[in-house]
């Protein structure tokens, strides 16, 4: 049921998403105050900077230029994949 009367005012926020992703909590990280996503690309993973959205209780709203459709996002392991990730970018 609906609070607003006829006549009444009130503010609204609209979401455009262009080329959004829809991914589990799980699968997004931060590293050094960066958010993002770990993708599989030929002989391992690489981590892939994204600009988080949104987020649900169980989902995050990403959005990142070097995503595609076809990328393979870790949703699971990450934080294995994390630690390796800096233990070999310090």
Do not use: H
């Amino acid at each position: 049921k609906s609070s607003l009367l006829p006549g009444q005012k009130s503010n609204i926020k609209l979401y455009l998403l262009q080329k959004a992703y829809v991914v589990p909590n799980s699968a997004v990280v931060d590293i050094d105050g960066q958010s993002g996503v770990f993708v599989k690309v030929e002989g391992g993973v690489t981590f892939v900077p994204v600009e988080v959205l949104g987020r649900s209780e169980e989902r995050v709203y990403i959005q990142s230029d070097k995503l595609t459709p076809d990328s393979f996002i870790a949703v699971s392991g990450v934080i294995t994949l994390k630690g390796a990730w800096e233990a070999d970018n310090d």
